[in-house]
């Protein structure tokens, strides 16, 4: 859920203990996810995105511009199959 929440424009904490998956390593390396393994820092970062609506619609457009970046899986999917 941690990717699609990102790509959906919500701020995003990551405090699972293992390892990241590449997926996840992608979306930190943008900026989408934060990841954060201290509860006190997490608290404290959450309090800090809750109260600025300005970051909030900040990361908003920052992964509206990733998403729009993507390629449609649809339509690969179809081109595979078609060929």
Do not use: W
Not at 59 to 83: F, G, T
Request: aromatic content about 10%; overall charge positive.
């Amino acid at each position: 859920m941690t990717a699609e929440a990102a790509l959906l424009g919500v701020p995003v904490i990551s405090y699972y203990p293992g390892e990241p998956t590449f997926v996840e390593k992608f979306l930190i390396n943008y900026g989408l996810v934060e990841r954060i393994l201290d509860s006190g820092r997490i608290a404290q970062r959450t309090h800090a995105i809750c109260g600025s609506q300005e970051f909030r619609e900040f990361y908003q457009r920052k992964s509206r511009k990733l998403v729009h970046s993507m390629e449609d899986p649809i339509r690969v999917i179809v081109q595979k199959i078609k060929r």
